[in-house]
């Protein structure tokens, strides 16, 4: 059983910033990676941030220069810092993390974490 849990989500005026948390638990071997997503009504989910267990990261285009993505290997946990917010990045953000368990790698989705930006 693989628990991934996300918190700090909220409401912010734009140009301001918010620090979402992302922390993986259970039965696992390792991380491979932890990946951010966000999705608004309508709207396919798409990718915002990831981070590989050796700390390769990826971004998407629109949150370039703006959001950092960071990890705690020791807490299995994955941050992303979000300056500079706009009233598009209003979402619900999940995390997503790719685990390996014996010799498979599964991928486990958190529960969302709301994130508004009022203009």
């Known amino acids: 059983q693989v628990q991934v849990v996300e918190s700090g989500g909220g409401l912010v005026q734009a140009g301001g910033s918010l620090r979402l948390s992302c922390a993986a638990s259970g039965s696992f071997v390792s991380i491979n990676a932890m990946d951010w997503y966000r999705q608004t009504p309508g709207k396919q989910r798409e990718l915002v941030a990831g981070i590989t267990s050796g700390g390769t990261t990826k971004y998407g285009d629109y949150v370039k220069g703006r959001f950092t993505i960071s990890r705690d290997n020791a807490k299995n946990t994955v941050y992303l810092q979000m300056n500079s917010l706009k009233a598009e990045d209003t979402a619900v953000y999940y995390c997503?993390?790719?685990?390996?368990?014996?010799?498979?790698?599964?991928?486990?989705w958190g529960q969302g974490t709301q994130v508004t930006v009022s203009s």
């Open positions: 997503n993390a790719n685990v390996k368990i014996v010799s498979y790698n599964y991928s486990y």
